[in-house]
């Protein structure tokens, strides 16, 4: 994975490629033409302008099992501003579904297993007393359930999303199918971001949880399980940074 | 013996019918959750944000339809 997050250069040479790729817009206002609103438009640019190093290696259309992606197109969310461009997009590393995929293929193998068993007395006894037509169900019903667990396992990894803009953290934490919880927290909001690496699968496949610790009451937000950890904090860091610089 | 056997073929239809409706309803809520949240993420990429909720949507209508099969056949 390239370095995906340098620091950006002074001098504004390279701006007007960055501005020509993400025209960011500062926040329209009704009287727009006088000096201090243009002053603060100007200082509301600088402070949500794009890096540079990132901008250059974006990864394009995330995959159905992409875990990463820098500056990914054609991916919006509810609530996204006009002028908030989605810098990463972050999923829980791939490696960290193979417990569920591995479940999954010995339950769909298990009525295959038992098909040995059916051959002794006692089953086969049990299996006199109820119809084709109920085991029939009865297995139909089985691969249902197995298939909807297959079905909702990947749903709850593809949709808990962590999502970093110029402008703020978006975490969707979807435990379950049945609750989701969506949390934000702008940029200037964050006083501290972390990495966390344990164990030897994380440091084998380089994915960890990132823990961002927000301002006053707010609640802090944990990416966990993400890959390049390290990076992630650094680019968080640098955008605090170019946020701060401009306040 | 025969009211036996009876009560069991009705109590193990009533039951599997029950599973099935349970599992309908259960399903319908994640259905229903995960077109809340593909409108939240809206990836707008090609096939993904319609494959998902119709692989679930197809997984609804399978159920209901053993639901109906189980209430003929059984």
Excluded: C
């Excluded at chain 1, 159905?64 to 197109?73: C, G, L, R, Y």
């Excluded at chain 1, 037509?133 to 079905?151: K, N, P, Q």
């Amino acid at each position: 994975m390239p370095d995906i997050f340098i620091e950006e250069p002074e001098s504004d040479t390279d701006a007007p490629a960055v501005e020509a790729q993400v025209p960011l817009k500062a926040p329209e206002q009704p009287d727009a033409k006088s000096r201090p609103q243009e002053a603060s438009q100007q200082a509301w640019r600088e402070r949500h302008k794009v890096n540079v190093s990132l901008m250059r290696t974006p990864t394009g259309k995330p995959g159905i099992f992409t875990a990463f992606a820098v500056t990914p197109s054609e991916i919006q969310f509810e609530d996204q501003e006009a002028n908030e461009q989605i810098l990463l997009l972050l999923r829980r590393h791939f490696i960290t579904n193979v417990p569920w995929i591995f479940f999954a293929v010995l339950m769909l193998l298990v009525p295959l297993l038992l098909i040995p068993l059916l051959q002794s007395d006692i089953v086969s006894s049990f299996l006199d007393l109820v119809s084709p037509a109920f085991l029939f169900v009865a297995l139909a019903l089985y691969y249902l359930i197995v298939i909807g667990f297959i079905l909702n396992e990947y749903a709850t990894w593809f949709f808990q999303v962590g999502l970093i803009t110029n402008i703020r953290v978006v975490d969707v934490d979807f435990n379950t199918l049945l609750s989701r919880n969506i949390a934000y927290t702008d940029l200037t909001d964050i006083v501290d971001t972390e990495a966390h690496q344990r164990g030897l699968l994380q440091g084998i496949f380089n994915f960890g949880n990132v823990g961002i610790q927000t301002a006053g009451v707010k609640a802090n937000f944990e990416f966990t399980s993400i890959p390049l950890p390290n990076k992630v904090v650094d680019a968080l860091s640098d955008l605090m940074r170019n946020v701060r610089r401009h306040e | 013996m025969n009211d036996f056997s009876a009560i069991i073929a009705i109590g193990s239809k009533a039951v599997v019918l029950l599973l099935i409706a349970l599992y309908f309803i259960f399903s319908t809520l994640i259905f229903l959750n995960v077109r809340r949240l593909n409108t939240f993420v809206s990836i707008t990429y090609s096939y993904l944000s319609t494959i998902i909720p119709l692989l679930f949507l197809i997984h609804l209508l399978l159920v209901l339809s053993l639901f109906f099969i189980a209430l003929v056949i059984l």
